[in-house]
């Protein structure tokens, strides 16, 4: 019986693809996926028959495990629940999008300990899993609405090409897929990175659509600072945890990225492409730091994501930001260790700018003591 195939992109409603995608699901049948990298086939993780009937399409042989699909990043834990502050990095990073992670999935509380014997052996033979949250926007809203986590394959036999179309599938395996969802070629046209992540080490098992010097500059530490306005005190602060931060590894502060660390400011109320002040340049010359080229930025979800340390010159600082982000709320302090305020020098002489610098500089080099530089 050949396959009900949906073209999404002239669906009349998404949400009734999305729906149809789940109820297959729930009724164990495979579907084929498209996404930002190429087609997948999945099969709800918690139904072993499945599972099992996903394993005999593909045709894969033992020891080579299928990956789970999951919600996003907020689900990482529940699956790798002594993750290490990178793993978390990573997922907090590549998510969604075109990465699967590799993490050990043998604590206790792992929700793959609770999947059907059978599924654990196809998904964790060797007590890791390979989780991935793909970056398209209709897969998304299926894995929120069904219950548990997608099993997911290249949807292809084991040892073909994979495929980036749905014509491809339906010329090949179509005739055992149950529903095919159409959305034309995918972005990428090449498979996921697989990375897998041991502790504070990884290791790229397989470099897809994403680059082994990109994956390395997500791997990093990366710092923020963050001001009302980003042309005074948190640029002066970027600067500064530059300078102190090279010193301390023994390299320029261009090369502190390739040292695994990257600096940015950003402001609660700033102006997009705004200088740092005049004031702030001024007494930051004197300490050898150049920050005229700075542009201000406003903070953003992007930046707050990405970011492992968020030091605010303000209690009121981080209050906004934890606000509008509560997630951040574990990786965001105010710069001084004791919770009082950086004072803002604006509109004060230029004295009153290098105390300012001087008191960000005292906080900074306790807070590089506590970060292991």
């Not at 600082?317 to 710069?335: G, I, K, N, S, Y």
Request: glycine share 8%; aromatic share 4%; charged share 25%.
């Amino acid at each position: 019986m050949p396959p009900l195939v949906i073209d999404v992109r002239n669906a009349e409603d998404p949400r009734d693809v999305v729906h149809r995608a789940v109820q297959a699901l729930s009724e164990g049948k495979i579907v084929a996926f498209p996404t930002e990298t190429v087609y997948g086939f999945g099969a709800r993780a918690l139904d072993a028959r499945a599972v099992q009937r996903l394993l005999e399409v593909k045709g894969r042989a033992d020891g080579n495990p299928f990956a789970l699909a999951i919600r996003g990043a907020q689900e990482f834990l529940d699956y790798a629940p002594d993750a290490s502050p990178l793993g978390e990095r990573l997922a907090r990073r590549c998510w969604p999008g075109p990465v699967t992670l590799v993490v050990d999935a043998s604590h206790r509380d792992s929700v793959v300990t609770r999947l059907p014997e059978s599924v654990r052996r196809v998904v964790s033979p060797e007590k890791t899993v390979g989780l991935r949250v793909p970056g398209h926007a209709m897969v998304l809203d299926v894995l929120r609405m069904i219950a548990g986590p997608v099993a997911l394959t290249s949807a292809n036999r084991s040892g073909e090409p994979d495929a980036t179309t749905a014509e491809e599938i339906v010329g090949g395996l179509g005739h055992e897929i149950d529903l095919i969802l159409d959305d034309g070629p995918c972005r990428y046209g090449q498979p996921s990175s697989v990375v897998r992540v041991n502790g504070d080490a990884y290791e790229i098992l397989r470099e897809g659509a994403v680059s082994e010097p990109t994956l390395r500059r997500l791997a990093g530490t990366m710092v923020l600072f963050v001001c009302t306005g980003n042309t005074c005190r948190s640029p002066m602060a970027e600067g500064l945890f530059r300078k102190m931060a090279a010193e301390r590894l023994g390299c320029g502060p261009e090369a502190l990225e390739e040292h695994g660390w990257a600096v940015m400011s950003a402001g609660v109320a700033a102006m997009t492409g705004g200088r740092a002040s005049e004031p702030a340049a001024a007494v930051m010359s004197r300490m050898g730091i150049d920050v005229r080229a700075h542009e201000a930025q406003p903070v953003t979800e992007a930046l707050v994501r990405y970011a492992d340390h968020i030091f605010t010159m303000t209690a009121s600082h981080r209050q906004a930001l934890v606000m509008q982000w509560p997630d951040a709320a574990e990786r965001t302090t105010t710069l001084c260790l004791d919770g009082s305020d950086v004072s803002d020098p604006i509109g004060g002489p230029l004295e009153q700018y290098q105390q300012c610098a001087e008191q960000i500089q005292r906080e900074l080099a306790s807070r590089l003591d506590r970060l292991g530089l």
